[in-house]
């Protein structure tokens, strides 16, 4: 085991060899596992946000559906109100309607009874001077005695 | 084997230990090449790294194919190791330690080839009589890949505290800043920055040699006949079995030293 010029050819074979390995093989191998990495943790951000915005927009939607239920049963309540408050009204309307009926019908009554008694009276003014003709045995001269049967009228 | 020696123990082992050495200057000493190895850590070097910029050429960043997944598990695997050990600004260093790491682990697993099957093959086919199939028992690659991580973590120190801050640890860390403490800070730091190459390439060097020598004692079983054979076979797949944690481990502490003297050259004191 003599030391002799294999050991300088050897160190000049090792320092290209070295030289090619730093030049060509790790650089481009290292920038692929590098740009892989980073792609790899960028797909794994993404999905985390993809997860994350699934969750919110969940959520979103959770609340989005709580507003519409609620605001459905405020208009449910509102109609509710509405429906009452008409019915309501509709009944006051109904019942004013019913007194005024009720009011007129009385009025024409007491204007038919009215009509009644002087048709009455008139028939009994007749009747009076229909019998005092009778039993004065002559005709009343209703002309000579109209004073009279007016004030008889009257009194009735 | 085709040697024309005599076949002993000692021929049998020193030959499988035998450089194909090629002599740049005829004449040997320093300035001879060990051909095997440096062919055999080429040729993993270029089917490691050719194999991994052919799957970082097709990479996406989108769904990405088995292949790319195993290429980015072990791109993944020395990154953190990186991150865990070191918080500097360096761009090289993670690259470096992938480098160290695979090419380190494959020429270790060299030593799965079983030795024998081998030597015939390089005789046979190759027609070359000697040689040696693991770099990493070779301690001319442990050094070399030693000292270039040394050289690196000089140079880190140097751009990190500057020239002046690097002379002024190396005498006033770690006992203290008193001129009398200067010598034994430059002597503490001195051996530190010794025995840092060396262990980093002996214990590589180290266990894969033994790895191998142990590999070749086992084959001798095979000269005592058919129940050498037998046992012989059976020591050896539980050896390689073994050899399997060895070569990876060693290829791990290999990768985690590189990276904690580079990172610990970067530290202030």
């Known amino acids: 085991m003599d ?48 997860r994350q915005s699934l969750a919110s927009s969940e959520k979103r939607v959770t609340e989005m559906l709580n507003e ?31 007194d005024r009926i009720v009011a007129a019908a009385k009025a024409e009554i007491q204007q038919e009874v009215a009509r009644a008694k002087e048709s009455l009276r008139k028939s009994v003014a007749d009747l009076a001077v229909a019998g005092a003709s009778k039993i004065l045995k002559r005709e009343v001269d209703a002309k000579a005695h109209a004073d009279l049967l007016a004030e008889m009228q009257k009194q009735l | 084997m085709a040697a024309a020696h005599e076949l002993t123990p000692t021929s049998y082992i020193q030959h499988h230990l035998t450089f194909l050495t090629h002599r740049v200057d005829g004449k040997g000493g320093f300035w001879t090449v060990n051909v095997d190895t440096i062919v055999t850590s080429v040729i993993l070097g270029v089917l490691c790294f050719g194999f991994l910029w052919w799957i970082t050429r097709k990479a996406t960043s989108k769904v990405p194919s088995k292949t790319q997944a195993f290429v980015e598990l072990a791109i993944g695997f020395v990154d953190n190791e990186v991150r865990s ?24 697993a060299m030593d799965f080839l079983p030795v024998d099957i081998m ?111 037998v046992a012989g076979a059976v020591l050896h797949l539980g050896w390689s079995i073994f050899h399997i944690l060895i070569v990876v481990l060693q290829a791990y502490i290999f990768m985690m030293l590189t990276i904690v003297y580079l990172a610990m050259a970067q530290e202030h004191h």
Not at chain 1, 9 to 20: L, N, P, R, S, Y
Not at chain 1, 82 to 89: H, Q
Not at chain 2, 190 to 203: N, W
Request: glycine content about 8%.
């Open chain 1, 3 to 50: 030391i002799n010029l294999t050991l300088i050819m050897q160190a000049v074979g090792f320092a290209a060899f070295i030289w090619f390995t730093a030049k060509f093989v790790w650089p481009p191998m290292m920038n692929a596992i590098e740009t892989r990495r980073k792609e790899i943790a960028d797909g794994l951000a993404a999905g985390e946000q993809g």
């Open chain 1, 68 to 98: 519409a239920k609620s605001k459905a049963s405020e208009i449910v309540a509102q109609g509710e109100k509405f429906k009452s408050e008409t019915m309501d009204r509709a009944k006051a309307e109904a019942k004013a309607e019913a």
């Open chain 2, 85 to 108: 050990a070191y918080q500097g600004a360096s761009k090289l260093i993670a690259p470096m330690a992938l480098t160290t790491f695979v090419l380190v682990l494959f020429m270790n």
């Open chain 2, 119 to 229: 030597s015939w093959i390089y005789a046979n086919v190759f027609h070359q009589e000697t040689w040696r199939s693991v770099p990493t028992a070779d301690v001319n690659t442990t050094f070399a890949l030693a000292l270039s991580v040394f050289g690196l973590s000089i140079f880190y120190a140097v751009k990190a505290k500057g020239f002046g801050g690097w002379i002024h640890e190396l005498f006033c860390a770690p006992f203290g800043a008193n001129p009398l403490l200067w010598p034994a800070n430059l002597v503490f730091n001195l051996v530190e920055y010794v025995s840092k190459p060396l262990s980093h390439s002996l214990r590589l060097f180290g266990n894969m040699y033994a790895g191998e020598i142990i590999f070749m004692l086992l084959g001798m079983w095979a000269a005592t006949g058919l129940a050498g054979v």
